[in-house]
């Protein structure tokens, strides 16, 4: 799954960027605060790039006027700043379309589609913002804009014959099924959340078997992932090229 594929990626080479420079002794801010957990949009471009989101905004937003000159003028920053956030990425129209997707999303939820989700059931919100930013994933990793429709149209089932209306359930293995499975939970805040329970524990042969068990954990995944990246082929990091 795409949309799992990009977060590690980017978020362990970010990970790993901030890991190195505190072992020469600089700190660096986190990058991403478990993105696929927000409950819209807006709340998605808080947690997710923060470096880059921070940067559009105080050298691009503010600078054009932010929310200070009316709706229409913040409406209209907004699509600008994305505009050029796709740019960013690359000068290709799939990378201008995912720009303008996301900001038009921050522009409705602007317009009232955010006060009208706060009502609306929590795990609704999730799915929402979820559904959302995989269909734009779409555009950020085709390579046309032609090929996006494609895949958009085998994704709500229109593509018969087309080749792309495979169900991905007839390509799944018990190892892809897993794969799968350790990427939901590990872009939730599960660790944090398990770490703040150890904490509360009043029982010391509890505690310690907790944090046995969790070590044993991290140890299992480091040699699978070693395991499985030396049996596999060189994959560069899909963020890097930006």
Same mark, same amino acid.
């Given at each position: 799954?795409?949309?799992?594929?990009?977060?590690?990626?980017?978020?362990?080479?970010?990970? #790993?960027?901030?890991?190195?420079? %505190?072992?020469?002794?600089?700190?660096?801010? !986190?990058?991403?605060?478990?993105?696929?957990?927000?409950?819209?949009?807006? !709340?998605?471009?808080? %947690?997710?790039?923060?470096?880059?989101?921070?940067?559009?905004?105080?050298?691009?937003?503010?600078?054009?006027?932010?929310?200070?000159?009316? +709706?229409?003028?913040?409406?209209?920053?907004?699509?600008?700043?994305?505009?050029?956030?796709?740019?960013?990425?690359?000068?290709?129209?799939?990378?201008?379309?995912?720009?303008?997707?996301?900001?038009?999303?921050?522009?409705?939820?602007?317009?009232?589609?955010?006060?009208?989700?706060?009502?609306?059931?929590?795990?609704? %919100?999730?799915?929402?913002?979820?559904?959302?930013?995989?269909?734009?994933?779409?555009?950020? %990793?085709?390579?046309?804009?032609?090929?996006?429709? +494609?895949?958009? +149209?085998? #994704?709500?089932?229109?593509?018969?014959?087309?080749?792309?209306?495979?169900?991905?359930?007839?390509?799944?293995?018990?190892?892809?099924?897993?794969?799968?499975?350790?990427?939901?939970?590990?872009?939730?805040?599960?660790?944090?959340?398990?770490?703040?329970?150890?904490?509360?524990?009043?029982?010391?042969?509890?505690?310690?078997?907790?944090?046995?068990?969790?070590?044993?954990?991290?140890?299992?995944?480091?040699?699978?992932?070693? #395991?499985? #990246?030396?049996?596999?082929?060189?994959?560069?990091?899909?963020?890097?090229?930006?």
């Amino acid at each position: 799954c795409y949309t799992l594929q990009i977060y590690f990626d980017f978020s362990g080479y970010s990970d #790993m960027a901030i890991g190195l420079a %505190r072992l020469f002794g600089f700190r660096f801010p !986190e990058n991403f605060n478990y993105p696929y957990i927000a409950r819209s949009m807006t !709340e998605f471009w808080r %947690r997710w790039h923060i470096s880059l989101s921070t940067w559009f905004r105080d050298y691009l937003y503010v600078p054009l006027g932010g929310n200070r000159h009316g +709706s229409a003028r913040t409406y209209l920053n907004l699509w600008l700043v994305f505009f050029l956030c796709g740019l960013w990425h690359g000068a290709a129209w799939t990378f201008v379309a995912w720009g303008l997707y996301h900001g038009s999303f921050l522009v409705l939820e602007r317009l009232g589609l955010g006060r009208w989700l706060e009502s609306v059931w929590t795990p609704a %919100r999730h799915a929402y913002t979820i559904l959302a930013v995989m269909v734009g994933w779409v555009f950020f %990793r085709a390579e046309t804009l032609r090929q996006a429709g +494609s895949f958009l +149209s085998a #994704m709500a089932g229109f593509a018969s014959g087309s080749g792309l209306q495979q169900h991905v359930g007839l390509h799944l293995n018990a190892i892809v099924a897993l794969a799968l499975a350790a990427g939901v939970l590990g872009s939730a805040p599960l660790l944090p959340r398990l770490t703040r329970w150890r904490g509360g524990i009043a029982t010391m042969q509890v505690r310690a078997l907790v944090e046995a068990g969790r070590l044993a954990g991290l140890v299992f995944l480091l040699v699978a992932s070693a #395991m499985l #990246m030396a049996a596999g082929t060189y994959n560069p990091f899909i963020y890097f090229r930006f």
